[in-house]
C-alpha cells in the first residue's frame, strides 16, 4: 500500500511561532513514521479572501489544490486569536471541502487558553465538510511549552504531539482504506457523491 499522505497547514503569519514549531514537531515525527508529508505554509501562499466565483483561478490555490487533493490526512496549524483560528487558516478552509470528505484531521493550537474554542471551530468546519477529526487537539504556550525560537522544550507537550502523529498514521491507514472502498463501491454512503 502507499505511503500515507499528510498535509500540514500552518496557519500562523508570523515568521516565528509557536504555532509553526508545533508543526514542524509534527512533521518530524510523521517522517518517522514513514508518513509522506507537505507543508502548507499561508505565510508564505499569499492565497487571497476567498471570492467564490474567481477561487480556482488564483495561482496559490492552483498550486496547493493538487497537494489537498491527494492527501489522506491533515494537521491544521493555528494560533488561538479571541477564541478562534486565524483569519488565513478560515480563508484556507473557504477554498476547499469536497477535498476533506471522509479524510482525517488533527488540531494543533498556541494558546495561552488551551486553544479549545479555536480548535473546536475547526472541528465545526471540518465536520460540515464531512471530514473526520481526532478526539482530541494539541495546545501549546510560547515561553513555557514552546522557547521563542521555536523550540518545543516541554516534554508533556511533545509526548501529546507524538501521540497526534502516531494516531494520524495508525486511524487515518484505516480511514483512507474505508474511503477508497466507499469511492469505488455502490453503498449509499456519505462519500457516493464523490463517485466519478
Known amino acids: ?3 500515507l499522505r499528510v498535509v500540514l497547514v500552518m496557519g500562523s503569519l508570523n515568521e516565528k511561532s509557536s504555532t509553526s514549531a508545533m508543526i514542524q514537531f509534527v512533521k518530524g515525527r510523521l517522517e518517522a513514521l514513514e508518513a509522506t508529508v507537505d507543508l502548507i505554509d499561508l505565510r508564505e501562499a499569499e492565497l487571497p479572501l476567498f471570492q467564490p466565483k474567481t477561487a480556482k483561478q488564483v495561482p496559490s490555490y492552483q498550486d496547493m489544490a493538487p497537494l489537498v487533493r491527494a492527501a489522506d490526512c491533515f494537521v491544521l496549524g493555528s494560533p488561538d486569536y479571541h477564541g478562534m483560528p486565524s483569519g488565513a487558516m478560515k480563508n484556507f478552509l473557504d477554498y476547499f471541502w469536497k477535498e476533506f470528505s471522509g479524510k482525517l484531521f488533527g488540531y494543533v493550537c498556541a494558546s495561552h487558553e488551551k486553544g479549545l474554542t479555536a480548535m473546536d471551530a475547526l472541528r465545526v468546519a471540518i465536520r460540515q465538510c464531512y471530514g473526520w477529526s481526532l478526539p482530541y487537539g494539541v495546545s501549546g504556550v510560547e515561553g513555557s511549552d514552546v522557547q521563542p525560537e521555536g523550540e518545543v522544550v516541554s516534554s508533556t507537550l511533545t509526548d501529546r504531539l507524538t501521540m497526534m502523529a502516531q494516531d494520524l498514521v495508525n486511524y487515518g491507514d484505516v480511514i483512507r ?15 457516493a457523491s464523490l463517485r466519478s
Do not use: Q, S, V
Open 177 to 191: 482504506e474505508r474511503r477508497e472502498r466507499d469511492l469505488g463501491g455502490d453503498h449509499p454512503t456519505f462519500m
Open 1 to 3: 500500500m502507499n505511503k
